[in-house]
Nanobody, 115 residues
Framework: QVQLVESGGGLVQPGGSLTLSCVAS????????MSWFRQAPGKEREMVAS???????RYPDSVKGRFTISRDNSKNTVYLQMRSLKPEDTAAYYC?????????WGQGTQVTVSS
């Protein structure tokens, strides 16, 4: 079955950087797009980055220029590099299988941006 395991979350100061990883298994990774979403307490889950199976990327304006999604098909892994982090980036971050609209999710990893 599809399994997605995120890692790399933690506490970071405003202006800092963090890289999240998501290792996928149970399906042909290179055939699917992958996405990162986040959900803050009391808010809806929102997309922060998506990469197609061919490498096209999409970001909302709120993170464009600060977040970078990438994938390594040899490692079945998708990454989210985050820099210039802001307190409003604090959320649980989820990896999902699929371009823009995932059909499977990981368990999430918490990112807290605070001084």
């Amino acid at each position: 079955q599809v399994q997605l395991v995120e890692s790399g979350g933690g506490l970071v100061q405003p202006g800092g950087s963090l890289t999240l990883s998501c290792v996928a298994s149970g399906y042909v990774f290179r055939s699917y797009g992958m996405s990162w979403f986040r959900q803050a307490p009391g808010k809806e889950r929102e997309m922060v980055a998506s990469v197609s199976f061919s490498g096209n990327t999409r970001y909302p304006d709120s993170v464009k220029g600060r977040f970078t999604i990438s994938r390594d098909n040899s490692k079945n892994t998708v990454y989210l590099q985050m820099r210039s982090l802001k307190p409003e980036d604090t959320a649980a971050y989820y990896c999902g299988r699929g371009w823009l609209s995932p059909d499977s999710w990981g368990q999430g990893t918490q990112v807290t941006v605070s001084s």
